[in-house]
Structure formats: structure tokens, C-alpha cells
T-cell receptor, first 114, second 109 residues
Framework: EAGVVQSPRYKIIEKKQPVAFWCNPI?????LYWYLQNLGQGPELLIR????????DSQLPKDRFSAERLKGVDSTLKIQPAELGDSAVYLC????????????FGPGTRLTVL | GQNIDQPTEMTATEGAIVQINCTYQ??????LFWYQQHAGEAPTFLSY??LDGLEEKGRFSSFLSRSKGYSYLLLKELQMKDSASYLC??????????WGAGTKLIIKP
């Protein structure tokens, strides 16, 4: 079974530029999460999807971040414009059922904003 | 506020046993997770406890005391590959996961 796929793995951009991350969850997983993780810290939830519906986006900085999950499968997270403080690893995770189910994480995208 | 506390770093010897503690304060409680994260890699699931008591899974065991807001992860027969960060995460009444900063475990030969 293929795991969660993310691309790109690494991205370096200058501040004020836009950037987008893509995630393909495990087949059949209805729940999809986007997290950011800073070095030495735990993941911080940005948004959670149940199928194509964003059921928890309370931590998403909506002035510059946006996300979509068309057709309830792949998802894209966008930052526009990026700021220096956005440098972090962006993790995508998926789970098959309820929120108490195990989450399977992708390898992440390491973003560096210069 | 909601909070997770776990030690920043621990050191143990190969073949020994180590216990990583986690205390939590959440608005309501819907279970506690432990994840393992090797440097530069994604977290991987280790355990989920929602009832009090000890659950054993091979060399790893996880314990929960809801009344004390306390959990621990017990690793036996430590191997060098167990060197990683161990993340404790508690789920609140809104089913949001509150993550700790992780405990970096260093295994020495």
C-alpha cells in the first residue's frame, strides 16, 4: 500500500513569493490533515478535511494561507505571500475513519523563506 | 489553557529500559497518542490510550491515568534504532490533537 505522497520535498523561495504544496493521501482515507512543524516542536494543525469539507480550519492564517481538497482526494496548501516566519516543515497526514484513528504522515515539505 | 509537558531530552543505554513521561491538560479528553519521529522523517504512530491502564505492544508499552492527566511510554530492550523523538498528543473534547514538543531520546552503546 502506497503511503501519503507529498511534493515538493524541499522548496526555497524569497519572501513575498507564493508557494504551493501538494498532498495525495492513502487511497480510501477520508480524513486529511495539514500541519506545520518547526524544529524541536510538535506538529501544529492548520486544517482538517473530512472528504472535501474543511471541518477544522480554526488555526489556518486565512489572510495568507488557503487550502483545497477537490473531489475529496488530493489536497493543495498555498501560501501567498510567504513570510520569513513561514519557514517550517509542512506535513500532510491522512486517516481512514474517525479522528481517533491513527494518522499516517507524509514525508513533508521543508520550506525555506529567504 | 491546553498544555502538554514532556521532557526535552533523555539518554539511555542500549539494552536498557526507559520511561518517557507526559502530563496533559486539555478541555475534555478523547484519548492520548504516542508517535515516534526519527530526525528528518515524518511521525509514525505508536499507541493510542483512552482507558486507564497499560497497553503492551512488543517492546513498547503505553500507560494512561486519566485522573492524573498522565501517560508514559515504556521502551524495553533498547536498540540504537530507537534513537528518535517521541511525541505525546492528547485529544480534547473537540477532537483536536494537542501535541507536545517531543522528547528526544538518545541511545548510547
Amino acid at each position: 500500500e502506497a503511503g501519503v505522497v507529498q511534493s515538493p520535498r524541499y522548496k526555497i523561495i524569497e519572501k513575498k513569493q507564493p508557494v504551493a504544496f501538494w498532498c495525495n493521501p492513502i487511497s480510501g482515507h477520508n480524513t486529511l490533515y495539514w500541519y506545520l512543524q518547526n524544529l524541536g516542536q510538535g506538529p501544529e494543525l492548520l486544517i482538517r478535511y473530512e472528504n472535501e469539507e474543511a471541518v477544522d480550519d480554526s488555526q489556518l492564517p486565512k489572510d495568507r494561507f488557503s487550502a483545497e481538497r477537490l473531489k475529496g482526494v488530493d489536497s493543495t496548501l498555498k501560501i501567498q505571500p510567504a513570510e520569513l516566519g513561514d519557514s517550517a516543515v509542512y506535513l500532510c497526514a491522512s486517516s481512514s475513519g474517525g479522528v481517533t484513528d491513527e494518522q499516517f504522515f507524509g514525508p513533508g515539505t521543508r520550506l525555506t523563506v529567504l | 489553557g491546553q498544555n502538554i509537558d514532556q521532557p526535552t531530552e533523555m539518554t539511555a543505554t542500549e539494552g536498557a529500559i526507559v520511561q518517557i513521561n507526559c502530563t496533559y491538560q486539555t478541555s475534555g479528553f478523547n484519548g492520548l497518542f504516542w508517535y515516534q519521529q526519527h530526525a528528518g522523517e515524518a511521525p509514525t504512530f505508536l499507541s493510542y490510550n483512552v482507558l486507564d491502564g497499560l497497553e503492551e505492544k512488543g517492546r513498547f508499552s503505553s500507560f494512561l491515568s486519566r485522573s492524573k492527566g498522565y501517560s508514559y511510554l515504556l521502551l524495553k530492550e533498547l536498540q540504537m534504532k530507537d534513537s528518535a523523538s517521541y511525541l505525546c498528543a492528547a485529544m480534547d473534547s473537540n477532537y483536536q490533537l494537542i501535541w507536545g514538543a517531543g522528547t528526544k531520546l538518545i541511545i548510547k552503546p
